[in-house]
């Protein structure tokens, strides 16, 4: 089982004044600022006293309509939600939304790292804020060997396979986005309906099976462009490159939310 973060010591003295933050406290060899949470806004996004938001650093949790959407937020609300907790930051200080990137420290703990190690997140880390990557692996990797929350099995395990994974399109990506596709093949005997299936990549971009039925010893492709779906062939209709050239991960899991493969390059 991973270690957890430990943070030695209570937060240090420092009142909340009319800011959302306090001064810069230091607590064991963290350091960061002290805030109150007084929002939820999904499994990995909280909200301060003056309504600035903040990203948990280091963890992706299910998407809106996505199994263990709901369970990630409760218990984010249980861990954070109208407590004090200790932001600290990487290397990054805000996304592209404006919003904080912290990591989110409560009672001696990363909160990221126990909805990891919990199994209602996976790991996602963008350069440069990779500071504590090592632990956040551990703690995904402990959930899905134990089986956890968004890592429970499915039956259909071991019937789906990749046999092939075109993630580097010809030319520019999004001028060829069609060209960016991927293989899956049903190896059982059986017919496979996938209605409310979903694929997911490292970050939150989300394909969700239509009215579709896979057979028995058969391959359907999932194109990642706009296109007419048939028997065969399945379009995500996105606008913009989905899986990156530089590495990736693809997660499948059934309409009951549990876990069919798992394909990293």
């Known amino acids: 089982m991973p270690v957890a973060i430990l943070i030695v010591g209570a ?16 607590t064991g060899r963290i350091v960061g600022q002290e805030a109150n949470i007084t929002g939820i806004l999904d499994g990995d996004t909280v909200e301060l006293q003056d309504k600035s938001h903040v990203r948990l650093l280091g963890i992706n949790t299910p998407e809106k309509g996505q199994p263990y959407y709901q369970e990630a937020i409760e218990r984010l609300k249980e861990l ?23 990591h989110v420290h409560i009672d001696g703990e990363n909160a990221g790292l126990i909805l990891l190690r919990e199994g209602y997140a996976n790991t996602f880390f963008i350069s440069p804020d990779l500071k504590y990557m090592e632990e956040f692996e551990q703690a995904e990797d402990y959930a899905r060997g134990n089986k956890l929350g ?54 939150t971009h989300i394909y969700k099976f239509p009215d579709f039925v896979l ?23 996105e606008t913009w490159s989905v899986w990156n050239n530089n590495g990736d991960t693809l997660y499948m899991w059934d309409s009951d939310g549990s876990l069919v493969l798992i394909y990293g390059y």
């Open 80 to 102: 954070v939600l109208d407590k004090q907790v200790l932001l600290e930051k990487d290397r990054s200080n805000t996304d592209k939304y404006n919003r904080l990137l912290r």
């Open 11 to 26: 937060f240090l003295a420092g009142v909340f004044t009319s800011g959302f933050f306090s001064d810069n406290s230091i």
């Open 150 to 203: 968004i890592w429970k099995k499915s039956g259909y395990t071991d019937c789906i396979v990749i046999p092939y994974f075109k993630y580097n399109a010809e030319g520019d990506d999004k001028e060829n986005l069609n060209d960016e596709y991927v293989e899956f093949r049903n190896m059982c005997d059986f017919a496979i309906a996938m209605e409310n299936w979903t694929v997911k990549d490292e970050a």
């Open 215 to 237: 057979a028995a010893h058969q391959t359907v492709t999932l194109y990642t462009g706009p296109g007419s779906d048939s028997p065969d062939e399945l379009y995500w209709g």
